[in-house]
């Protein structure tokens, strides 16, 4: 029952922006805390960013606060992720992932439910 798709992601030049999008169904979106996640081949999968049910509470990955936002639009059942200013190192796979929880978790072991990720490339 549980669904998550993202979407927005692609090929853009170092100093572009991206927003993604994560829709949820299936569940009462407004109960979960909602993360995101990018990986790639060579390195562990981290956390980017994460909100809290109602979005009161985010945090952001070492780095990225300022340049990342997530946001949530609770009637929408969908959750986004502006970047801006991005880099090569910021080339990855992004997932995001729901948990029925208080708080913002930051660790991947702690969500139950994941979509299948979008693609962002970064490249001169």
């Known amino acids: 029952q549980v669904q998550l798709k993202e979407s927005g992601g692609g090929l853009v030049q170092p100093g572009a922006s991206l927003r993604l999008s994560c829709t949820a169904s299936g569940y009462t979106f407004n109960n979960y805390a909602i993360g995101w996640f990018r990986q790639t081949p060579e390195k562990a999968r981290e956390c980017v960013a994460s909100v809290s049910w109602n979005g009161a509470n985010r945090e952001y990955g070492y780095g990225l606060r300022g340049r990342f936002a997530i946001s949530r639009d609770n009637m929408k059942n969908t959750v986004y992720l502006q970047m801006n200013n991005l880099n090569p190192n910021d080339a990855a796979v992004y997932c995001c992932?729901?948990?029925?929880?208080?708080?913002?978790?930051?660790?991947?072991?702690?969500?139950?439910?994941w979509g299948q990720g979008t693609q962002v490339t970064v490249s001169s």
């Open positions: 992932a729901a948990v029925r929880r208080v708080g913002t978790p930051t660790r991947d072991y702690e969500y139950d439910y």
